[in-house]
């Protein structure tokens, strides 16, 4: 019988830990298919955050440093700065990157890191428990905003696309979304430029990818789909902030 | 090699570039800035990096990717700044990564002041941030001593995998003394089976970690941890002691304050009052035999620990003396340097009241 589909080499065989619906294993998936398809998974160092994603260094298949949190960028830079031809990459989510971690995406994006982020943005905290996000947005329920964010009280959610999008060595900004099949493949593609353009030494890249955390939001996978789609979509609009060409 | 004039700061960061060090992250803060001045033009010249950081946080945390990476790898800073990289510093002490540290301290807490000061001997000995863990800490007393601990340092931290720390002050790291840039005998070093390099397809993936969800592997990590850490006591305690054979008073003091106490002990002597002095090099392992020996010698009648702080160290002294004798305290903080003057002085009052 013919082989259709196989599990990319680029993660290993440790089940994921993630909930039912959950997008994250989509986007490792994701990240380890454009590894292996590049020829990178023998070249490639990782950092995983703190978060729901803590144990990607279990998952991908090739050499991971475990970071603080917020400092993924901070510790890809010392990896890159040393290892400059191997392909280096961080995964962090919204309240690893957007809250305690701006400083260090900030500046490495500034400093042009030849490194690739993968943002992964669930407008909530997921492993903690539910707890209100930078990303979170205006009247969504949190553990730490029990009756909705509110605009006076805690502002407007952070569009990290677009404000990185306006540093001049951050080359490469794209904003994307996992809710289906071909907003899936859209994502892939994103992350292949990604890598490909940190491989050809053009500056710092970084791919936003909306996600669902239905534990947290409280809905169903199939709900949670629909709601990323019609609630963070119209303010999280998806596309290209920057490219190479342009800079 | 002739002996030439060098600033502490500068000799510091040419020690550790003469002995492999090509990676430096750190972020500007008196009284250190000589060490990132020196080292943004020298590590270019070597094919090496310099960065200046956006915050200690994130220069603590590139030094974690380094040196995770294999890379001889050096950040420095003072008190405030050491005090945000406690985290990194944490984490890299977790994941057993090879890194030095230099410290020159400054007054505080807070803001403080910029003048030296040993108020952070409980941050660099006793934690600093979370979690049992423990620096090698090397208090150098002199511009060559901190060239030669310099140069030991990357040492012991790649043979025990672990953060080195090099505490000094202003006084060290400002002032210019006459270096000789000795060759410090090379240490047999394991192999860096650890480090993320890409496998290559060669060998397995490695991680660079200090998570342990179960709490029991948590458990087991602290205990080896500490294994290694018994085995660093054993081998890499250092202590200078000074005319302790016949002394009365024993003085414990270490880095700039030693060399003032030592002064002091000279005075003393020419006024026919015998005093020693016991000057860790090493404030963590703390070198508690030699205290325990002064504190059991007949001659011995009492300790003064001296510092520039409100009372630090004084607790693994009275720890060491175990009540043997008294322990009497003389110090000065916020970058006031007490005076030899001063220390004699507080010698006698107490030598006074003990007769």
């Known amino acids: ?247 | 090699m002739a002996k030439e004039l060098w600033k502490g700061n500068e000799a510091i960061s040419e020690a550790a570039i003469k002995c492999g060090c090509r990676f430096f992250f750190g972020y500007p803060i008196t009284p250190q800035n000589e060490i990132p001045e020196y080292m943004s033009l020298r590590l270019p010249q070597e094919n090496g990096c310099f960065l200046q950081a956006e915050s200690e946080v994130a220069a603590i945390n590139m030094v974690y990717g380094a040196a995770g990476s294999g890379a001889r790898v050096m950040t420095s800073s003072s008190s405030p700044g050491i005090s945000l990289k406690a985290e990194g510093i944490s984490y890299i002490a977790g994941a057993e990564l090879p890194c030095v540290i230099v410290n020159i301290v400054r007054g505080g807490p807070g803001l403080g002041g910029i003048q030296p000061a040993q108020s952070d001997y409980y941050q660099a000995c006793k934690g600093g941030g979370h979690g049992d863990y423990r620096l090698v800490v090397l208090a150098p007393n002199s511009v060559q001593e901190a060239v030669d601990l310099t140069q030991e340092a990357f040492d012991i931290a790649d043979q025990y995998r672990m953060p080195v720390m090099i505490i000094g002050d202003g006084m060290i790291g400002q002032m210019m003394e006459p270096v000789e840039f000795r060759d410090v005998p090379k240490r047999q070093l394991p192999e860096k089976d650890w480090a993320t390099t890409g496998t290559d397809g060669k060998r397995k993936p490695r991680v660079i970690n200090s998570l342990f969800i179960d709490p029991q592997a948590c458990e087991n990590h602290n205990i080896h941890l500490f294994k290694k850490y018994d085995e660093i006591t054993k081998n890499e305690t250092r202590v200078e002691t000074y005319k302790l054979e016949d002394a009365e008073i024993v003085f414990v003091a270490y880095g700039t304050t030693s060399r003032i106490v030592k002064n002091a002990v000279n005075a003393l002597e020419k006024e026919g009052i015998k005093a020693g002095l016991i000057r860790p090099i090493t404030l963590w392992p703390f070198p508690s035999k030699a205290i325990e020996d002064a504190a059991s010698m007949a001659n011995v009648k009492m300790f003064l620990d001296v510092e520039m702080s409100m009372g630090q160290m004084i607790d693994d002294v009275k720890i060491a003396v175990n009540g043997k004798k008294p322990v009497h305290f003389y110090g000065r903080t916020g970058g006031m340097v007490p005076t030899p003057a001063a220390i004699v002085a507080e010698a006698k009052k107490i030598l006074g009241g003990a007769k």
């Open chain 1, 1 to 247: 019988m013919a082989v259709v589909f196989e599990k990319t080499k680029a993660l290993t065989d440790k089940p994921f830990h993630y909930c039912p619906g959950c997008t994250h294993g989509i986007i490792h998936r994701l990240v380890a298919e454009v590894l292996e398809e590049l020829n990178l998974i023998d070249n490639a160092i990782g950092v995983a955050p703190v978060g729901c994603s803590v144990f990607a260094y279990d998952y991908f298949n090739c050499d991971m440093h475990e970071a603080a949190h917020g400092r993924a960028p901070a510790v890809a830079t010392g990896i890159k700065r040393v290892h400059k031809d191997s392909a280096v990459f961080t995964y962090q989510g919204d309240g690893d990157l957007a809250s305690i971690g701006t400083a260090e995406i900030v500046h490495a994006a500034m400093r042009g890191e030849k490194f690739t982020t993968i943002f992964v943005n669930n407008a909530i905290y997921g492993m903690t428990g539910g707890q209100m996000a930078p990303t979170t947005l205006i009247g969504q329920k949190a553990t730490t905003a029990p009756l909705g964010r509110v605009e006076d009280h805690a502002g407007l959610p952070l569009k990290v696309s677009e404000m990185l999008a306006t540093i001049p060595k951050a080359v490469y900004v794209e904003r994307v979304s996992v809710h289906d099949v071909k907003h899936i493949n859209q994502s892939k593609k994103a992350i292949k430029k990604a890598f490909q353009y940190q491989m050809e030494g053009k500056g710092f890249t970084l791919v936003e990818v909306l996600s669902t955390c239905p534990t947290n939001w409280g809905k169903t996978p199939v709900e949670s789909l629909k709601w990323l789609q019609e609630s963070m979509m119209p303010y999280f609009p998806l596309g290209n902030f920057r490219t190479p060409e342009e800079v």
